[in-house]
C-alpha cells in the first residue's frame, strides 16, 4: 500500500496561507491520482482539490474560488497544497491521499485507497 506523510499544517491568522506536502512512499508507480481533503469539527469529510497522475489535470472544488492550489513534484514523489487567503472556516485536519485505481479521477473517497495521518490547520480572526 502506498505510504503518505504529510507535513506542513499549524497556526495561521486569517488572510496568510500555507503550504502543505504530502509524500508518497511505497508502490508509487501505481499511483492514478493524489489529493487533499479536510474534515472540520462537527463535519464531514469533504474533498478540496486532486491531481491526476497520466495527465496531470488538476481538480478543485467549486467553494474555493481559486485559494487553493495543488500541485505535484513528480522526481520526489509529493503532492503541494498551496493555501492563500485563509479564513477561519478553513480550519480542519487535512488530510492527503492516493488512489491506485482511474476511478480517483472522479473525486470520491471511496476510490482513495491509501490515507495520511492528517495535519491540523487552525486560521485565528
Known sequence: QVQLMESGGGSVQAGGSLRLSCAASEYTS???????????????????????????????????KGRFTISRDSAKNTVYLEMTNLKPEDTAIYYCAAGTSWMCLHGSQRDFSSWGQGTQVTVSS
Do not use: S
Not at 46 to 62: C, L, Q, S, V, W
Open 30 to 64: 501505481r499511483i492514478y491520482c493524489m489529493g487533499w481533503f479536510r474534515q472540520a469539527p462537527g463535519k464531514d469529510r469533504e474533498r478540496i482539490a486532486r491531481i491526476y497522475f497520466p495527465d496531470n489535470t488538476t481538480y478543485y472544488g467549486d467553494w474555493m
